[in-house]
T-cell receptor, first 116, second 113 residues
Framework: GAGVSQSPSNKVTEKGKDVELRCDPI?????LYWYRQSLGQGLEFLIY????????KSGLPSDRFSAERTGGSVSTLTIQRTQQEDSAVYLC??????????????FGPGTRLTVL | RKEVEQDPGPFNVPEGATVAFNCTYS??????FFWYRQDCRKEPKLLMS???SGNEDGRFTAQLNRASQYISLLIRDSKLSDSATYLC??????????????FGQGTILTVHP
């Protein structure tokens, strides 16, 4: 079946612009996570959704970052007034159950964001 | 101090070699442990979960020592296709998202002919 999909695959933007990144999880998966991977920082957790709710936003680096999920499916990560340090690969993952510690997370291919 | 620490390598080994990766984690409340594999410019994929009793999947053996907060991965009879970055991952340290994954920096493995 279809895996996690993300769009766009690449995004180049100018400093100060807003960007939206989209994640389509595996159908029926209730838990959805956003991570980002940047040089020197490795993979970092950003936000977790259970259904449409986000009980854990602790990884969002600043108030320029926000995310929403609608219909328990698609999620959008929005970065306002982008900065060069936002350049990274943004990865989305989903899992089938309730966001438990042992759940297998399936990752999408990521969106490579470059802020000029 | 990072929550999950790994030797970044790189490890360069010939085909057929045995190679071991180590990892330590700082949060004793962590509940679940994994090794993920990430190929260049690709997303991470689960290689195997790690259990206290140790577990094996073909040429791969993973071990967990909760007392020492130490995780290992052993790869026997290395293949060229094993070349990748290996990520040590923990989860379940509590809070509002037990499923949140915390990643090590990754260990780069290159297997050469």
């Amino acid at each position: 079946g279809a895996g996690v999909s993300q769009s766009p695959s690449n995004k180049v933007t100018e400093k100060g612009k807003d960007v939206e990144l989209r994640c389509d999880p595996i159908s029926g998966h209730t838990a959805l996570y956003w991570y980002r991977q940047s040089l020197g920082q490795g993979l970092e957790f950003l936000i977790y959704f259970q259904g449409n709710s986000a009980p854990d936003k602790s990884g969002l680096p600043s108030d320029r970052f926000s995310a929403e999920r609608t219909g328990g499916s698609v999620s959008t990560l929005t970065i306002q007034r982008t900065q060069q340090e936002d350049s990274a690969v943004y990865l989305c993952a989903s899992s089938a159950t309730s966001g438990g510690a042992s759940d297998t997370q399936y990752f999408g291919p990521g969106t490579r964001l470059t802020v000029l | 101090r990072k929550e999950v620490e790994q030797d970044p390598g790189p490890f360069n080994v010939p085909e057929g070699a045995t190679v071991a990766f180590n990892c330590t984690y700082s949060n004793s409340a962590s509940q679940s442990f994994f090794w993920y594999r990430q190929d260049c410019r690709k997303e991470p994929k689960l290689l195997m979960s790690v259990y206290s009793s140790g577990n094996e999947d073909g040429r791969f053996t993973a071990q967990l020592n909760r007392a020492s907060q130490y995780i290992s991965l052993l790869i026997r009879d290395s293949k060229l296709s094993d070349s990748a970055t290996y990520l040590c991952v923990v989860s379940g340290a509590g809070g509002t998202s037990y499923g949140k994954l915390t990643f090590g920096q990754g260990t780069i493995l290159t297997v050469h002919p």
